[in-house]
């Protein structure tokens, strides 16, 4: 490496890569329950946006500064005028998780550029042909992966050149219609937990066809608007699989055998640093070393922008879910009976509520706390939450695939949803034919 770069580093860049370190380092001890303070890794990874917070773009700042702003207004109104009981030292802990894995994800760059150069970009698979690999390869393996994926496929789609709209619709689409199906997602975690006599094999029925119907869409939709002849697609051959295909197959190994009782999520956040570190080390200790280090240096505060929108969106669901809870606190239930038509109006309003900023987590949270379900309406309630997270993830502002292409990519979340609007209707109509079906076969 050379010595110049880390002679130009600021010891507040310094200090504040150290700390995004230390935070992935705790979160990984709180796996193993090895942390002694509970809230270490909100405090690490808080204190490194600090250090750099002048240095985010002025639009994330604001941004940024904004959400965490309407976070804690939210708080001191839950407690004021509800008397909630808000944890005021764990305030800081939403997102953290998330956070830590997109941390660990960064260290896929030290897998396969062992020589510390970008490889010359080959022959581009463009057109349809490369608009299918980007939702194909997104979707598949975003399945098992989940957000890592967006951060493999758009990094290597971006050697080429910056993103254009095409790809970064691609990269969202596709991540976020996994979610109407795919057992590793955050969604089928808090819907099984909400809706535990769920049962999957119909979901899967209702939802796979409905994902596949996203990216016939996602494609038509691109090659009509867009000329893709000079746009880059993700290519599908054994060549590009091969790292995400071997990350996928190691996250199952570690999911189903080794580590069972981990989350997707927690396995994808020391699996893949560990994984790179193993890549370097039969160059040698010393070079692994400087490698983790220059990557502690520059990359680690180069991630700013993403880690202190996901920190202030935490800290805003958080002060959100605490004034929600507080202010509908109460026995009585939303639906005397949830058929059908009051499925597709829950499904529609946590929609709208996505596109006003909030995370569809929050809506179907909420749902679950005003019905009174029996074991046969629990399935559709399941496929509310499941499609209203797929179709509102991909529109909301403040949705993690939305947060991540801003932080990572420099997309404007805004323009992002103006694109997305006219796909979220469709798949909206087609949900609410779903839901009709589904719960006239219940």
Not at 46 to 65: E, F, H, K, M, N
Not at 124 to 130: D, E, F, I, K, W
Not at 368 to 392: E, H, I, K, P
Request: aromatic share 8%; with cysteine.
């Amino acid at each position: 490496m050379p010595s110049t770069a880390a002679a130009t580093i600021l010891p507040r860049h310094a200090l504040a890569g150290s700390l995004i370190l230390a935070g992935l380092l705790l979160q990984v001890a709180q796996f193993a329950n090895r942390l002694p303070m509970a809230h270490a890794v909100g405090y690490a990874l808080w204190l490194a946006t600090a250090l750099l917070w002048i240095d985010i773009p002025r639009r994330t700042r604001y941004q940024a500064g904004g959400l965490a702003l309407l976070g804690v207004g939210l708080l001191v109104t839950a407690r004021a005028w509800h008397g909630a009981a808000v944890d005021w030292p764990g305030m800081l802990d939403g997102n953290t998780y998330v956070v830590a894995m997109l941390i660990g994800v960064s260290f896929i760059g030290l897998i396969g550029n062992l020589r510390g150069h970008t490889p010359p970009p080959g022959q581009a698979l463009t057109g349809v042909r490369g608009m299918v690999g980007t939702w194909l390869g997104v979707h598949l393996l975003g399945a098992i992966l989940n957000l890592s994926t967006v951060f493999m496929v758009g990094d290597r789609l971006e050697r080429r050149a910056p993103l254009a709209m095409p790809q970064l619709l691609g990269l969202n689409r596709g991540l976020s219609s996994a979610a109407l199906w795919s057992p590793f997602f955050a969604s089928m975690g808090v819907v099984m937990t909400l809706a535990p006599e769920m049962h999957y094999a119909t979901i899967l029925a209702f939802g796979l066809p409905l994902a596949m119907a996203s990216g016939l869409l996602t494609v038509a939709e691109m090659s009509r608007r867009f000329p893709l002849d000079e746009t880059a697609g993700f290519s599908l051959a054994p060549r590009s699989l091969l790292m995400p295909v071997s990350l996928a197959l190691l996250v199952m190994l570690f999911h189903y055998v080794l580590t069972p009782a981990l989350s997707i999520v927690s396995i994808i956040t020391f699996l893949l640093p560990s994984v790179a570190l193993l890549a370097n080390l039969p160059r040698g200790p010393r070079w692994t070393l400087r490698r983790v280090h220059q990557h502690t240096l520059v990359r680690l505060p180069a991630m700013r922008g993403e880690v202190a929108l996901f920190l202030c969106a935490g800290l805003l669901t958080h002060g959100l879910s605490t004034f929600i809870s507080a202010a509908t606190d109460s026995t009585w239930a939303l639906f005397p009976h949830f058929g059908a038509w009051q499925a597709v109006a829950s499904f529609l309003a946590i929609i709208a509520s996505a596109v006003v900023g909030l995370h569809p987590i929050i809506g179907v949270s909420v749902l679950a706390s005003m019905l009174d379900l029996d074991a046969g309406r629990q399935t559709l309630f399941a496929f509310v939450g499941l499609a209203a997270w797929a179709v509102g993830t991909s529109i909301g502002p403040l949705s993690g695939i939305n947060l991540s292409l801003q932080g990572r990519y420099g997309v404007n979340g805004t323009t992002m949803m103006r694109h997305n609007l006219g796909y979220a209707a469709i798949m909206a109509l087609l949900v609410v034919m779903a839901l009709l079906v589904l719960e006239a076969t219940l």
